[in-house]
């Protein structure tokens, strides 16, 4: 991990190249680590924090918080998910490959969403088409 310290993938290599999928691996694993630390002092302070309040406004309060922190544990189990796929796509070698036009995905794209399916071609047209679905 120590050489990929200062290391960032340029458009002058090799796509994905073992360099760069080690990159990225590192990069999704450390993600996956923050998110499963986060988890865990959440729980932590959620049985810590199961006080009952005397007075209704401030229990009120408490459990839309709580259910705010529970929503938002759920949305990053999911992203859990979607970095063990991505992990499991850099092992197979399709990591960086739109799933739809096969074509690679733009390493900013992969730098700024390193779940990335689609290119933001793709996504694009993705998008505009759940939009038109949405509308009707």
Known sequence: MEKLKNY????????MNERQRDYFRAKLLAWKDEILR???????TLQEENVNHPDLADRA???????????????????????????QR?????YGYCEETGEPISLKRLEARPIATLSVEAQE???KREKVYRDE
């Open 125 to 127: 047209r993705h998008e």
């Open 8 to 15: 960032r993938p340029t458009e002058k290599e090799p796509f």
């Open 90 to 94: 850099i092992e197979d070698n399709t």
């Open 38 to 44: 986060e988890s865990k002092i959440t729980l932590q």
């Open 61 to 87: 309060s408490s459990e839309t918080d709580r259910a705010i922190e529970l929503r938002a544990r759920d949305r990053q189990r999911k992203l859990i998910s979607k970095i063990d796929a991505a992990l």
